[in-house]
């Protein structure tokens, strides 16, 4: 039996989707951040993916690994507080994970995007249940091992499970309790990054 693999064009056509699904969802990540935050999660994911699109459209790299590494060295460059550096360094990180391999199989994205999102808790000092984006991406990358539309499901569990959550990390946690109630808007915009890898690969 052979595996299904994924080449560059896919991994391009993840990054426009996710620019896609953060221009539509924009209004929604910054009311969710205008409730426990500080109203900018829409606006700098928007920018942030769309100059992604656009580097990528202009200047397509050879494989998938060097796909994710222009893209978390574009976010990292473009979007301003926590969000940029956090989503550039998964991107970034995975992408060297991949190397540079012409084609990799749904198990090298999901080794490549847990040693991204290592490094994510690594560089944020998060946990899951801490109230942020680990909390959609940690079992989205753990149900990956099963396929793309279990991974999608679980990453969306995982962030609709950040409402009763007090937030621990982030500016969220100068709020205390208050920030219990409100869905995390990093976890919520993980989703739509494991939401865009479904669509493109047919789940
Ligand atoms: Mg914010």
Known sequence: MTETTYGTGVVVAWMAAVAAAVEREAGRLTDLDAAIGDADHGANLRRGFAAVAGTL?????????????????????????ASGPLYGTLLRRAGKALGDAGEVTR??????????????????????GDKTM???LTP????????????????????????????????????????VGHQDPGAT?????????????DG
């Open 57 to 81: 459209a202009k200047e397509p790299p050879a494989t998938p690994g060097a796909v994710l590494v222009t893209a978390g060295r574009e976010l990292i460059s473009t979007v301003g507080g």
């Open 189 to 201: 915009s993980s989703a739509l990054l494991f939401a865009a890898l479904a669509e493109v690969t």
């Open 107 to 128: 198990d090298d994205l999901a080794d490549a995007l847990a040693a991204g999102v290592a490094a994510v808790g690594q560089l944020g000092g998060a946990v899951p």
């Open 134 to 136: 680990l909390d959609a």
């Open 140 to 179: 989205a990358v753990a149900a990956l091992r099963e396929s793309f539309a279990a991974a999608r499901a679980a990453a969306e569990e995982g962030a609709v499970a950040t409402v009763p959550l007090r937030a621990r990390k982030g500016r969220a946690s100068y709020l205390g309790e208050r920030s």
